[in-house]
């Protein structure tokens, strides 16, 4: 089963940083859709649990040198 979580991302300068987290982000097995806008500072990302956990997850984005949080 799907699981969806929405990340607050701090340290975007513009949309292509948007973009480049969404493809980092599709890039790992397991992550089905990663849809991240600039203006809201937020990222929604869609995976599956049993492939892919949301450390690994927080990690890729933080390895882009982005801050996040989850977002409540």
Same mark, same amino acid.
Request: hydrophobic residues 40%; contains cysteine.
């Given at each position: ?5 929405? !990340? #607050?991302? &701090?340290?975007?300068?513009? =949309?292509?940083? /948007? ?7 599709? +890039? !790992? #097995?397991? &992550?089905?859709?990663?849809? =991240?806008?600039? /203006? ?6 869609t995976? +599956?649990?049993?492939? &892919? ?20």
């Amino acid at each position: 089963m799907m699981k969806t979580v929405t !990340l #607050k991302i &701090v340290g975007m300068h513009c =949309t292509s940083c /948007a973009m480049n987290i969404d493809f980092e982000l599709e +890039d !790992l #097995k397991g &992550v089905r859709e990663a849809s =991240t806008n600039y /203006a809201k500072q937020k990222t929604v990302v869609t995976f +599956d649990p049993n492939v &892919v956990n949301l450390g690994k997850i927080i990690e890729v984005i933080k390895s882009l040198e982005y801050e996040v949080k989850v977002a409540s």
